[in-house]
């Protein structure tokens, strides 16, 4: 098999090294010249995959993978299939821009070739396969879909830091635009894949599918959530009633926190209510979880006898979760504007970024000066570690997360408080 896979991210960088040590020519493609350089040298252009640098250095050093800054030639040269992941682009409110994967559809609509499978892996909201992506392809082109080459939609079902394991556990899922696409799909994927390859019947069934997968998350949170709000109020632990809850096998209840971020569970959701903006759980999920950063800083208001009108006030972590280096939809965003909206003066510290990086993003890096107050935004393992002589003059801290051990603070006369949880 000849393959081709276009944008060299965290998806498609691993998916490409997997086919490629499958014992197949791949050929992967990016507009990032700095990325192209380094797969070329067998360098992983991002840290924190497992297992990918000794993945690159196989697929690299046995010359089944290359990369190419031009995907139009690479998909010329006669591709058995064509995996497509650019990243959907969304604004701060989720909704979509399609000029990336319009591009992207054009630069392999130029180069293909009659047989050819297209698959595109990233997230899209119902209908796009069919009514966007593949009439472009056939114009573009000039050769007849699901006639002189096919159009699947295969949803990418895999989470950062651990895509190896996840391609080889999660069921495959492929819907095409006609049972022969589709058949042949389920294939090529077949050759390169352990796990289990699923017909979906159509494009529209497995972008749903994606859809459904990301929007029960963010509909289970925002429960747990309007739980974890009750129980402040009332004095309860939530995490002793969620944990009793799901002691028996019908109740899955996920965990509160303060915010939902990254490229998924926040924006999925919003792709999904294009489609059916008649649909209320997931509208009122993301209203709930939107909410968490701003419930945060009250709690923290409610520590501080003076409450927050000229604190420092510092925000433990800007990536979205824990161990990764990323922010998108992070809740560190709508912590500091809450914050600067009840007169404090937010700073930022985060073990992943330098300071510079922290300015880019638009948060004042903290000095290791005097604070006031402080909220734990991300799970980073650091901070299960931190006491109060970590961060000097700190009164009182919200742990957003569950990490911090609040002995290590309480002693010290510092006034903690977990969402969810008694305040101790």
Request: proline share 6%; with cysteine.
């Given at each position: 098999?000849?393959?081709?896979?276009?944008?060299?991210?965290?998806?498609?960088?691993?998916?490409?090294?997997?086919?490629?040590?499958?014992?197949?020519?791949?050929?992967?493609?990016?507009?990032?010249?700095?990325?192209?350089?380094?797969?070329?040298?067998?360098?992983?252009?991002?840290?924190?995959?497992?297992?990918?640098?000794?993945?690159?250095?196989?697929?690299?050093?046995?010359?089944?993978?290359?990369?190419?800054?031009?995907?139009?030639?690479a998909v010329a040269e006669g591709a058995d299939l064509i995996i497509a992941v650019p990243p959907l682009v969304v604004?701060?409110?989720?909704?979509?821009?399609?000029?990336?994967?319009?591009?992207?559809?054009?630069?392999?609509?130029?180069?293909?070739?009659?047989?050819?499978?297209?698959?595109?892996?990233?997230?899209?909201?119902?209908?796009?396969?069919?009514?966007?992506?593949?009439?472009?392809?056939?114009?573009?082109?000039?050769?007849?879909?699901?006639?002189?080459?096919?159009?699947?939609?295969?949803?990418?079902?895999?989470?950062?830091?651990?895509?190896?394991?996840?391609?080889?556990?999660?069921?495959?899922?492929?819907?095409?635009?006609?049972?022969?696409?589709?058949?042949?799909?389920?294939?090529?994927?077949?050759?390169?894949?352990?796990?289990?390859?699923?017909?979906?019947?159509?494009?529209?069934?497995?972008?749903?599918?994606?859809?459904?997968?990301?929007?029960?998350?963010?509909?289970?949170?925002?429960?747990?959530?309007?739980?974890?709000?009750?129980?402040?109020?009332?004095?309860?632990?939530?995490?002793?009633?969620?944990?009793?809850?799901?002691?028996?096998?019908?109740?899955?209840?996920?965990?509160?926190?303060?915010?939902?971020?990254?490229?998924?569970?926040?924006?999925?959701?919003?792709?999904?209510?294009?489609?059916?903006?008649?649909?209320?759980?997931?509208?009122?999920?993301?209203?709930?979880?939107?909410?968490?950063?701003?419930?945060?800083?009250?709690?923290?208001?409610?520590?501080?006898?003076?409450?927050?009108?000229?604190?420092?006030?510092?925000?433990?972590?800007?990536?979205?979760?824990?161990?990764?280096?990323?922010?998108?939809?992070?809740?560190?965003?709508?912590?500091?504007?809450?914050?600067?909206?009840?007169?404090?003066?937010?700073?930022?510290?985060?073990?992943?970024?330098?300071?510079?990086?922290?300015?880019?993003?638009?948060?004042?890096?903290?000095?290791?000066?005097?604070?006031?107050?402080?909220?734990?935004?991300?799970?980073?393992?650091?901070?299960?570690?931190?006491?109060?002589?970590?961060?000097?003059?700190?009164?009182?801290?919200?742990?957003?997360?569950?990490?911090?051990?609040?002995?290590?603070?309480?002693?010290?006369?510092?006034?903690?408080?977990?969402?969810?949880?008694?305040?101790?």
């Amino acid at each position: 098999m000849r393959a081709v896979v276009v944008a060299l991210g965290k998806i498609g960088l691993p998916i490409a090294t997997k086919i490629a040590l499958a014992g197949h020519e791949v050929t992967g493609t990016d507009i990032d010249s700095r990325v192209v350089d380094r797969v070329n040298r067998a360098l992983e252009p991002f840290p924190g995959e497992a297992g990918l640098q000794d993945a690159l250095e196989r697929a690299v050093g046995e010359g089944r993978l290359r990369a190419t800054t031009d995907t139009t030639a690479a998909v010329a040269e006669g591709a058995d299939l064509i995996i497509a992941v650019p990243p959907l682009v969304v604004d701060d409110q989720a909704r979509p821009d399609f000029r990336v994967l319009d591009s992207v559809v054009a630069d392999i609509a130029r180069g293909l070739r009659p047989g050819a499978v297209v698959s595109v892996e990233t997230t899209l909201p119902v209908g796009t396969t069919r009514e966007r992506i593949a009439p472009a392809m056939s114009e573009l082109s000039g050769l007849e879909g699901e006639r002189d080459f096919f159009t699947v939609h295969s949803p990418e079902r895999v989470y950062s830091g651990r895509i190896f394991r996840d391609l080889d556990t999660y069921p495959k899922l492929v819907g095409g635009l006609s049972p022969e696409g589709e058949r042949r799909a389920e294939e090529l994927y077949g050759q390169f894949l352990d796990a289990e390859i699923r017909g979906m019947g159509s494009a529209e069934a497995a972008e749903l599918t994606k859809l459904a997968e990301t929007t029960y998350r963010d509909v289970n949170i925002a429960l747990a959530n309007e739980f974890a709000r009750f129980a402040d109020r009332t004095g309860i632990d939530i995490g002793k009633v969620i944990d009793a809850a799901n002691s028996q096998p019908f109740s899955h209840v996920h965990r509160p926190g303060i915010a939902v971020g990254g490229h998924c569970i926040p924006v999925y959701p919003r792709f999904l209510l294009a489609g059916d903006p008649e649909a209320r759980l997931p509208a009122a999920a993301r209203e709930i979880n939107q909410g968490m950063p701003a419930y945060a800083v009250e709690l923290l208001e409610e520590l501080l006898p003076d409450g927050l009108a000229g604190a420092r006030v510092l925000i433990l972590g800007v990536s979205y979760r824990g161990g990764v280096k990323e922010p998108a939809f992070s809740g560190a965003f709508g912590v500091a504007r809450e914050l600067e909206r009840r007169g404090a003066r937010p700073l930022a510290s985060d073990p992943l970024y330098e300071p510079e990086e922290l300015r880019a993003l638009g948060f004042e890096p903290w000095d290791g000066g005097e604070l006031d107050a402080a909220i734990v935004q991300a799970d980073h393992a650091e901070y299960s570690r931190l006491t109060s002589s970590d961060l000097s003059g700190v009164r009182a801290i919200v742990d957003g997360r569950g990490v911090i051990d609040p002995a290590r603070w309480t002693t010290s006369g510092v006034r903690v408080r977990r969402i969810g949880a008694p305040a101790e």
